[in-house]
Every structure is written in structure tokens, then in C-alpha cells.
């Protein structure tokens, strides 16, 4: 089956800075969300993009659905403390019947305030 | 609050035992996912529902099963447990099936603990 390679898998950054992660795929994905889960939690649905090409933002949040479809980007600008948690990417692979998500293994993200 | 809710928060149970995990999806949801998240692991796709028909298999073992009732809640039922089935489960929801929406809400997850 399809696979999304995340990375990285977990990084440290100083408070104020901002992230940047990516996802990436062999096969064309036609959807892409990002979730961000915090500790003991369900995942939070962050943004969730359609359309190649396509940039979202939502607060200090921006994603992108790469135009090779391939892959998607999420940036976190101006980084604080509570945005410590794992993000994950997901996609809806491109095909007859694709109904199903395909979550990539998260990105740890510490703040260190 | 996603508006997905899961019963219970926690479970122990010994090996060899069956449980019952519950999720009530947000109001107007017709689909019903459940995935498993193992230490440190990503979020494995066990199955979905769609009001009330099973739509998609995952890596759901045989030992494991579910439904989703007329009222639109599902139950994930886990027998014969073993340790290594120790995780959180997760229910999460979706409007539907259709090509419109993807985008699907999780529960606060059932963390099992197989002793």
C-alpha cells in the first residue's frame, strides 16, 4: 500500500522560531490533512487541503498540497510552548475506491521556551 | 472537543479477556473509523463504517470485530487479548463516504492496557 515518509521524525526548536515539516510520497495523493496530537489525545484536524497547488492557512499555521501531489508542507511561524505535540500528515491516495487515509509516523515537536 | 466520544478513557483487562470499546461520532456523521496507535507508533487503519455497512478493512485481526449500530455508534470488540494489543484506540468520524470530505474527527482515544 501507499506509505508517507514524515520528517523529520522530531525536532527542537527555541520559542519564537518557526517549523517547517514536510510529508512525501511515491503515488499521487489527491487529499492531504494535518493533525496535530498532543499527549494521550485524540489527533486535532489542523488543515486539510484539495487541490495542488493549494496553500492554507490557519492562524500561525500555513500547509501545502505539493503541485507534484506528492507531497504537502506545514509551517508553524512564531512558535510557542502548547505547540509542542506530534504532527501528523495524512493523505487520500488517488485511485478507484480510495476511501481511506494514509497517516505518515508524526513529527515530535519540543519548544524549548 | 471534537464532538466524538469514546468510552471508556481507560481499560486493564488480563490476557485472554474480551472488551467492548464504544464511540458515539459527531452529530450527523455517518462514518465510523477505528485505528489503533501502538507506543511511539503511528495510527494503524483497522476498519470503517459507513451507516451501518462495513466500507473498509484495514489491519484488523480476526480476533477483532465491529459494528455500527442504527443510531450510528460503533463498538470495537477485541477478544482472546494479548499483550501486545496494549494501545490507545481511537474512533474517529467523517460526514460520509462521498469525494466531498475527507477530513475525519477523533475521539480522545481508549487507552488499553492488556496485563
Known amino acids: 500500500g501507499q506509505q508517507l515518509n514524515q520528517s523529520p521524525q522530531s525536532m527542537f526548536i527555541q520559542e519564537g522560531e518557526d517549523v517547517s515539516m514536510n510529508c512525501t510520497s511515491s503515488?499521487?495523493?489527491?487529499?492531504w490533512l494535518w493533525y496535530k496530537q498532543d499527549p494521550g489525545e485524540g489527533p486535532v484536524l489542523l488543515i486539510a487541503?484539495?487541490?495542488?497547488?493549494e496553500l492554507t492557512s490557519n492562524g500561525r499555521l500555513t500547509a501545502q498540497f505539493g503541485i507534484t501531489r506528492k507531497d504537502s508542507f506545514l509551517n508553524i511561524s512564531a512558535s510557542i510552548p502548547s505547540d509542542v505535540g506530534i504532527y501528523f500528515c495524512?493523505?487520500?491516495?488517488?485511485?478507484?475506491?480510495?476511501?481511506?487515509?494514509?497517516f505518515g509516523k508524526g513529527t515530535k515537536l519540543s519548544v524549548i521556551p | 472537543d471534537s464532538g466524538v466520544t469514546q468510552t471508556p478513557k481507560h481499560l486493564i483487562t488480563a490476557t485472554g479477556q474480551r472488551v467492548t470499546l464504544r464511540c458515539s461520532p459527531r452529530s450527523g456523521d455517518l462514518s465510523v473509523y477505528w485505528y489503533q496507535q501502538s507506543l511511539d507508533q503511528g495510527l494503524q487503519f483497522l476498519i470503517q463504517?459507513?451507516?451501518?455497512?462495513?466500507?473498509a478493512k484495514g489491519n484488523i485481526l480476526e480476533r477483532f470485530s465491529a459494528q455500527q449500530f442504527p443510531d450510528l455508534h460503533s463498538e470495537l470488540n477485541l477478544s482472546s487479548l494479548e499483550l501486545g494489543d496494549s494501545a490507545l484506540y481511537f474512533c474517529?468520524?467523517?460526514?460520509?463516504?462521498?469525494?466531498?470530505?475527507?477530513?475525519?474527527?477523533f475521539g480522545p482515544g481508549t487507552r488499553l492496557t492488556v496485563t
Open positions: 495524512a493523505g487520500l491516495p488517488s485511485g478507484a475506491g480510495s476511501y481511506q487515509l494514509t
Open positions: 463504517y459507513y451507516n451501518g455497512e462495513e466500507r
Open positions: 487541503l484539495y487541490k495542488a497547488g
Open positions: 503515488s499521487i495523493f489527491n487529499t
Open positions: 474517529a468520524s467523517s460526514v460520509g463516504s462521498s469525494i466531498i470530505s475527507y477530513e475525519q474527527y
